[in-house]
Structure formats: structure tokens, C-alpha cells
């Protein structure tokens, strides 16, 4: 099993950002100082352009929506296919021998 790597906390990736927009040291510099990946800090700055419309892309609370959406509707599919079974049952317990 893989270990998905952590979360790193808002306020810690809004301040990453916020250093690498500066401009003052190499990307690899200020992924090094704040123990991140280069990778790990491109991606904060992609996200962070995104969420500030500097840049086309789905923003947190758009991709957001969907997903509860979808926690919402499953139960109610499971739901409907209990009541369809027990319409189903009862339906063909009630039909005349």
C-alpha cells in the first residue's frame, strides 16, 4: 500500500505562494527552504492562479459542487432501488393464483 502524501494546510501553501510570486529565489530554493518538492510548489502556484482567475481551470469550489452532489444522490439511488425491488415483490405476492 502507497502512502498518500499529506495535506499541507492553506495558510502554509497561500505563504509558499506568496514568497515564490516575489520572485526573489530559484523555485528549487524556495521548495528546498520550505521542505516541499519543486513539483509539490509548481503545483501550489498552478492552483493558485487558477482560484485567482489568472489562469482557465476549475476552481475548488466549482470541483466541490459536483462532488456533493454525487454523496447526496447515491443514497437516494440505493433508495429507489430498494422501493423498486419491494414494488416488485409485493406486485407479484398479490397477483391471483
Do not use: H
Not at 476552481?59 to 422501493?83: C, G, M, N, Y
Amino acid at each position: 500500500m502507497t502512502n498518500a502524501p499529506k495535506a499541507f494546510p492553506k495558510e502554509f501553501r497561500r505563504d509558499v505562494v506568496a514568497v515564490a510570486r516575489k520572485g526573489e529565489a530559484p523555485i528549487s530554493r524556495i521548495a528546498k527552504d520550505f521542505g516541499i518538492s519543486e513539483s509539490c510548489l509548481q503545483r501550489c502556484l498552478k492552483v493558485a492562479d487558477v482560484e485567482d482567475g489568472a489562469r482557465l481551470g476549475v476552481t475548488q469550489a466549482d470541483s466541490l459542487e459536483p462532488r456533493q452532489a454525487k454523496k447526496r444522490i447515491r443514497p437516494l439511488e440505493q433508495e429507489v432501488e430498494v422501493l423498486r425491488r419491494a414494488a416488485a415483490y409485493l406486485s407479484q405476492a398479490s397477483l391471483p393464483k
